[in-house]
């Protein structure tokens, strides 16, 4: 089948690496891409949002299948706009249609959902300026630290931890006056949970699921996670505290309760699942959902999954998932991010990049890279994923980090500890 992949960083990559190993596979397009895709497939510059280009692609090469990486295309509408264009209905996505992916779209839209479904999360109250008295009554309840919320998309950057109550009014306002654009009209103020984070993974057919693996991801710039949020610097996969038990209390009280509410709810969906939880005393309450994989997890959990993907896509497809197979390595997967001077802030663009090539033992996923001059440069904040298998996360780790040391760019910078609290 012809393949259109939506998308440009990391993890588009390790889709686009992921796919292009499939028997089914004819043809794979990827959208725009990056210098990392463009060795496995043939690049398309165009916007994926821009959905009368992606249409004029999808007829021209003749696609059978298109596969969403990022979430504004979804949030957007593309799988409503493909279902009400005759002739790309018969097209299927993976990725939800526009009010499943208000799951990731609106923080207000997925905590109501959750409390509808009886699925276990965070306390909450939701304001806009109109509201903003109630908000400030609702954070003197809480106790410190205090968590906001843009409730709306804002590139992994609208959720600010504040320690002090005067933080926290200030900056509930500083939100809600545009702090964050049209994303932060509304912000969700929520119960700060104690506990240490775990990303779970699941692909439906809006009738059956699979559970793909799961990660740990670091979003912090500096080491022992402080400073700045960022896109994430670094994952690992499987997660040591994901045991059997806690997994099970993940299928049974949030992952069978998600699809279930979809299905009660009339919600179209299609498509992967990401959970972002905290395992609070061995037991998961969800911080948040997207509706499409994580970055840089998918750099951790694609190389695990032994499977033809293409088979699992088909199947979520054709409403025959639960027929497919899933195989799972055993082995652990390290990925570390390389990442610009500057970043997640100001940083520049355009430096060479160099010896790629001598990388041994590790997978490099390009992130943030352009081809210019038959030369490969830096094109984002983050830069590249390496990542590389292990008996155990110190042997994957450690190839990861010998080929980190190997890559240079100017500016280059990457955390020396992912994985320290597992």
Sequence with gaps: MNVLLLGSGGREHALAWKIS???????????????????????????????????????????????VGPENPLVNGIQ??????????????????????????????AKKFMLRHNIPTAKYLSVSSKSIDDGLSFLQQLSPPYVLKADGLAA????????????????LNKMLNGQFGEASKRVVIEEFLSGIEVSFFAITDGNSYKILPEA?????IGENETGLNT???????????????????VEKQIIIPTIKGLK???????????????????????????VRLGDPETEAITPRIKSDILDLFEGVANNTLENKNLQISDETVSTIMLVSGGYPQSYEKGKEIKNIDSVKDSIVFHAGTKTSNNKIVTNGGRVLAISSYGNNMNSALSKSYKNAEKILFDGKYYRKDIGFDL
């Excluded at 990827?30 to 497939?41: E, F």
């Excluded at 493909?82 to 526009?98: H, M, R």
């Excluded at 992994?156 to 009014?169: D, P």
């Excluded at 740990?216 to 912090?220: A, F, L, S």
Aim: glycine share 10%.
């Design 156 to 171: 992994g950057k609208g959720v600010l931890i504040l320690n002090t109550l005067s933080e926290a009014n200030q900056a």
């Design 80 to 109: 409503d706009f493909f279902i009400e264009d005759a002739e790309l209905k018969n097209i299927p996505i993976i990725g939800p249609g526009k009010i499943g992916a208000q799951l990731e779209g609106s923080k207000e839209f």
């Design 231 to 249: 896109g994430g610097m670094g994952a690992i996969s499987p997660v040591a505290f994901a045991n059997k038990e806690f997994k099970d209390k």
């Design 21 to 67: 190993q499939s028997n089914k596979l004819k043809k794979l397009f990827i959208a725009p891409g990056n210098a990392g895709t463009s060795t496995i497939g043939k690049n398309i510059n165009i916007d994926p949002c821009n959905f009368a280009s992606v249409k004029q692609i999808a007829l021209e090469k003749n696609i059978n299948l298109v596969v």
């Design 216 to 220: 740990k991801d670091y979003k912090r």
């Design 264 to 290: 009660k709810d009339k919600i179209y969906y299609k498509g992967f699942l990401f959970f972002g939880l905290m395992n609070v005393n061995g037991n998961p309450f969800v911080i948040e959902y997207n």
